[in-house]
């Protein structure tokens, strides 16, 4: 048997995901495809535009036979912390052969190289790395800027226009987190890479088949419905405007504003200072920007520098608002990142990949959160937990008032589809 594994937020499942998908399972010649995918919110620090259920249901229709859940401490992290969260899971249940990750390089041996280069943090990169940081830059670019420095140092054969090309583009970032975190596990998956087609990753571009999941997001703001056939597969869009019709979808991150403003105004500042990312006195700067502005939007222009990206305020808000702690997060990365491995849902005909995942998975596994919520203690319980809450909050923003129900981790079953 096999497996190949996969890292996606899928928000949502459009027409360049279903070709990496297809083009992976080609290329790897697996009898079964695993999903790790972020829950209700996602990397870039904001919430799904669509909930996890439903993009697992698109997943699974698209050709994913198992979809698990990237828990959310790890799915709402800096793009280190998000793969190897991701990695961790698919190493850690024992059946995965091969990882296929999407990049705007398509090269596995110049990403590898890269990764090896991080993972080994020179003394010269890690002198350059603290120099660049005291000049005010941000973490990403100080990075790539001691990166580049130790590899002209080291005299690679990599020209430097090429290295910073590799490292501006956001897929290649998460590719090379991908490698480096299966060296840090020393993991046997042996992973390969597809070159991204279509649009780039920030492009609202629409007249393409394959258009981004910013484009795509961006023009359903404009209530512009038709453009997910255009960009989706129908199986894919149909769910999404079955969510729509429902009043579960979309979810914008404004939505939360009433939220994260009440907790600005109500928590010490001593207290946000514990929120994770929360350092280098950027609480004083939201404290400031939400004192005139009300909307999340605003408040994430406003506290913008060149020190402090818009990703990074977008993830440091959403700490916040769904009140991640760093210690919590530290305590639990320490004693090895995920706690558990949650399905999400599956295919009927994947059944002996979920016989081969509970057999082999070095990781209790849930299917049935009442039950585990119930069993768990410790650091288990604790992050599903925060799960359960995360939700909770993200319920109250379905546009139906009808659907804004609390608990739904528990009374939600899980996405089985009949083939």
Request: glycine residues 4%.
């Amino acid at each position: 048997m096999k497996v190949l594994g996969i890292v996606a937020e899928y928000n949502p499942f459009h027409n360049g995901h279903l070709y990496h998908l297809e083009e992976s399972k080609r290329i790897s010649h697996s009898d079964f495809t695993v999903v790790v995918m972020s829950g209700n919110y996602v990397q870039r620090g904001e919430p799904a535009i669509v909930d996890k259920w439903t993009r697992t249901q698109m997943a699974l229709e698209s050709g994913a036979d198992l979809v698990l859940e990237l828990p959310l401490i790890y799915a709402t992290s800096s793009a280190e912390f998000f793969a190897f969260g991701a990695i961790s899971i698919l190493h850690h249940s024992n059946i995965v052969d091969h990882l296929s990750f999407g990049s705007e390089s398509g090269s596995i041996d110049l990403l590898s190289q890269i990764a090896s280069f991080l993972f080994l943090e020179s003394e010269h990169y890690k002198m350059k790395l603290k120099e660049y940081l005291s000049e005010g830059l941000p973490f990403p670019s100080a990075r790539n800027k001691a990166l580049i420095s130790d590899m002209s140092d080291k005299n690679t054969s990599i020209p430097v226009e090429e290295l910073s090309q590799v490292l501006s583009s956001p897929n290649n970032i998460l590719a090379i987190e991908y490698l480096k975190a299966l060296k840090h596990l020393n993991s046997p998956i042996k992973p390969f890479t597809i070159k991204r087609k279509g649009a780039s990753y920030h492009s609202t571009q629409l007249d393409t088949l394959f258009a981004s999941a910013t484009g795509i997001r961006h023009a359903l703001k404009n209530k512009d419905h038709s453009i997910l056939y255009k960009t989706m597969p129908k199986k894919a869009a149909d769910l999404f405007l079955e969510a729509i019709h429902l009043g579960k979808a979309p979810v914008y991150y404004d939505d939360f504003s009433f939220e994260l403003q009440y907790l600005l105004r109500s928590m010490p500042m001593e207290e946000i200072k514990k929120i994770m990312e929360v350092d280098e006195g950027i609480e004083n700067r939201i404290n400031k920007a939400a004192m005139n502005h009300f909307y999340i939007k605003e408040i994430i222009e406003s506290v913008k520098t060149k020190r402090y990206t818009m990703t990074r305020i977008q993830r440091t808000l959403l700490h916040i608002l769904l009140q991640i702690y760093s210690e919590d997060f530290w305590e639990l990365h320490r004693h090895g990142g995920p706690q558990y491995i949650r399905i999400l849902g599956f295919r009927k005909s994947a059944a002996p990949l979920l016989k081969k995942l509970k057999i082999n998975s070095k990781l209790p596994i849930i299917s049935n959160v009442r039950r585990a919520y119930r069993d768990f203690s410790g650091l288990p319980k604790k992050m599903l937990e925060k799960e359960i809450q995360s939700t909770d909050i993200y319920s109250l923003h379905y546009p139906n008032l009808c659907q804004r129900k609390s608990g739904i981790e528990f009374s939600m079953p899980l996405i089985i589809i009949n083939k």
